[in-house]
C-alpha cells in the first residue's frame, strides 16, 4: 500500500529558477491538496482539485501553479521561485465522503 | 470565516502528566472535526476524528469530544509517555476542504 509519494524529498535552488514537485496517490482519491508549512503558520492551502481537470486555489496560491490531467498526480510548480517560499510542503488526498485527509512525508524545500 | 484555534506550544510535561490541547473552532454548518499529529521529520498522521456533536474520538489513549455548544475538539490523554512527544494540530473540514489550526508542540520528559 504505497499511498501517497512524493518526490523529491529534498530540494536546493536558486532564486528564479523554475522548480515542480512531485505528488502521486495510489487510492484513486478524487480530492487532492497542496499545503506549505512554516513556522508560526501552521499548515497552510495552496491549491486543491476535487478531480482530474478540476483544480481550485486555496488560501496562498500566487507563485504556484498545478495540474491534474491523471487523477493519481498533482504537481506542483513554483515558476520563479522565491526565497520566501522555502517551507516544507505536504500533498495530501482524500476521498468524496472527505472523512479523513493523508498527507505524503512532505518535501523540504530550500531557495537561496 | 471559518478557521480553527488551537493553544499556543510548547506544552512540557514530565511523563505520566495529565494532557490537555485546546481547540475551538468556527465554521459553518456541521463540519467534522480532527487531531492530527506529526512526529519530526514526518508528514501529519490521524490521531482521531469524530463527525458530529457529542461523539469522541479516541486513539492510543488520547481522547476528544465534539462540543457544539461551546465549538470545542479538546484534545487529551490521561498519562503522556516520552513517545508523545510531537506536534499536534487541530483540523476540522467542510465539503472536502480541511483546514488546520497552527500546530501545537508537546514535550514530554522523563
Known amino acids: 500500500d504505497a499511498g501517497i509519494t512524493q518526490s523529491p524529498r529534498y530540494k536546493i535552488t536558486e532564486t528564479g529558477r523554475q522548480v515542480t514537485l512531485m505528488c502521486h496517490q495510489t487510492w484513486s482519491h478524487s480530492y487532492m491538496f497542496w499545503y506549505r508549512q512554516d513556522l508560526g503558520h501552521g499548515l497552510r492551502l495552496i491549491y486543491y482539485s476535487a478531480a482530474a481537470d478540476i483544480t481550485d486555489k486555496g488560501e496562498v496560491p500566487d507563485g504556484y501553479v498545478v495540474s491534474r490531467s491523471k487523477t493519481e498526480n498533482f504537481p506542483l510548480t513554483l515558476e520563479s521561485a522565491t526565497r520566501s517560499q522555502t517551507s516544507v510542503y505536504f500533498c495530501a488526498s482524500s476521498d468524496r465522503s472527505g472523512n479523513t485527509i493523508y498527507f505524503g512525508e512532505g518535501s523540504w524545500l530550500t531557495v537561496v | 470565516g471559518d478557521s480553527v484555534t488551537q493553544m499556543e506550544g510548547p506544552v512540557t510535561l514530565s511523563e505520566e502528566a495529565f494532557l490537555t490541547i485546546n481547540c475551538t473552532y468556527t465554521?459553518?454548518?456541521?463540519?467534522?472535526l480532527f487531531w492530527y499529529v506529526q512526529y519530526p521529520g514526518e508528514g501529519l498522521q490521524l490521531l482521531l476524528k469524530a463527525t458530529k456533536a457529542d461523539d469522541k474520538g479516541s486513539n492510543k489513549g488520547f481522547e476528544a469530544t465534539y462540543r457544539k455548544e461551546t465549538t470545542s475538539f479538546h484534545l487529551e490523554k490521561g498519562s503522556v509517555q516520552v513517545s508523545d512527544s510531537a506536534v499536534y494540530f487541530c483540523a476540522r473540514s467542510n465539503f472536502n476542504k480541511f483546514y488546520f489550526g497552527s500546530g501545537t508542540k508537546l514535550n514530554v520528559k522523563p
Open positions: 465554521a459553518t454548518g456541521y463540519p467534522s
